[in-house]
């Protein structure tokens, strides 16, 4: 076996790679609720029929994780492959062209929620991980599969909790989340998610002069919280470099929309939530609001809380608490470790072009591995139509992931890499 002729191989198992996406997208795993069991049993059956026996480990029931690893014929690194079964909730499918589940094939584009995010880059690592296996005989090293449950919802009962299993650690990790097939993402922005509160006396809508309002104060706090976006984050000169080429510009933009890479590594700042009022005739004496920042590569919630509680003296009505759950720091790994060029060069293979290495502004599993030294990266379908009505992903795309990703995994277990298929 050699890297074409394994090519070859996936390419004519185009329809069951189909077939399975289709049957996986039809198994509904929104979260939340997030019971997975549905979706998790597709790639339990999958597996066996491959001649792989999974383990499954839940620390919580209705959300299982589909675990699976094996060694190679010869000593060599071990390589982790991840992906999440949970998805976004789709309602009651009101506003889409058919049901949310249906995962029916129109126009070369497969339907479903949770096609995108990311039910075609998991099964693209399953099925990338069975062929790994059926070969191992002719591979160095070892291979763990996580297909996990709750990434949608922070982790906790997913890859969060299998690191703490050293087991489901390695040298590196892939993984298929939707990043474009134009990039591959080697790091990602933090999230600070804070919450305010201010209250004052309230007052009837006409006596303005008895209380302040704390929806106007409210108001005037968020514009001045703004200033978190001046922070200038500490950026290796090398880094910084790299960022400013027009070619790395040019991949998140195309990627992310234009303006991206303006803000990559800048702090953000969105107001997502804000309450307040009981009357339109009363001056509020409560309003609460939520704010997102999102952290960039050098900048550590440190900073930018001192920030924060420096302009919080000026307004004493207010008070400010921490989203622990949902706040993370930035991570990154190496731009120029092998594995960034080994899934350039077998993306090429795949698709005649050579994907960037870009950062991300969204978060993903990845920063656990990252957060525990391990390099973890990003090749997937693109994001465009992610958790929309009527989501769905390009089939040519999806097969290119697994494609690469199969690949990718073949060269970094030393498989023969010969072009001809004899």
Partial sequence: ??????????????????????????????????????????IV???????VEPEIV????????????????????????????????????????????????????????GTVDMKAGTIASVVAYTYLFKYREQLGGSVALCAVSDEETGGKFGTRFLLEDERW??????????????TIRFAEKGTLRLTFKVRTEGA?????????????????????????????PEISPELREYMTREEVKRAVDECMGSGAADIMLKATLNIGVIRGGLK???????????????????????????????????????????QEAASNPSTMCSYTHPMIDILA???????????????SLGATDCKFYRYRGIPAYIFGVSPESMASKNESI????????????TLAGWEYLGGDMNEQAN
């Fill in 204 to 232: 009837h809508g006409a006596y303005t002069h008895k209380s302040e309002s704390a929806i106007l104060i409210a108001a005037r706090l968020i514009e001045e919280l703004g200033k978190v976006e001046d922070i200038v």
């Fill in 394 to 405: 390009d089939i040519e795309e999806y097969l290119t992931v697994l494609k690469t990703h």
């Fill in 169 to 182: 650690r390695g040298d590196v990790m892939i993984n298929a989340e939707p990043a474009g097939t134009g």
């Fill in 58 to 113: 839940a620390p919580q029931p209705s959300m299982p994780n589909v675990v699976s690893d094996f060694e190679c014929a010869a000593e060599g690194k071990r390589l982790l492959m991840n992906g999440h079964i949970d998805v976004f909730p789709a309602g009651d499918g009101s506003g889409w062209d058919r049901d949310p589940w249906s995962g029916d094939v129109v126009d070369r584009r497969l339907y479903g929620r």
């Fill in 280 to 322: 339109v005739n009363m001056i509020p004496s409560d309003c609460v609001f939520e704010a997102d920042i999102r952290l960039p590569v050098g900048m550590s919630r440190i900073i930018a809380i001192k920030v924060i509680e420096e302009i919080l003296e000026w307004y004493p009505q207010a008070t400010m608490e921490i």
């Fill in 345 to 359: 060069r077998n993306a090429a293979k795949v698709m005649g072009k050579t994907p960037v290495a870009i950062p």
């Fill in 45 to 51: 059956q999958y597996l066996r029929s491959q001649g």
């Fill in 1 to 42: 076996m050699n890297s074409q002729k394994l090519l070859d191989l996936i390419t004519a198992d185009r329809d069951a790679h189909i077939s399975l996406l289709q049957a996986f997208t039809r198994a509904p795993s929104p979260n939340p609720p997030g019971d997975t069991r549905q979706a998790a049993d597709v």
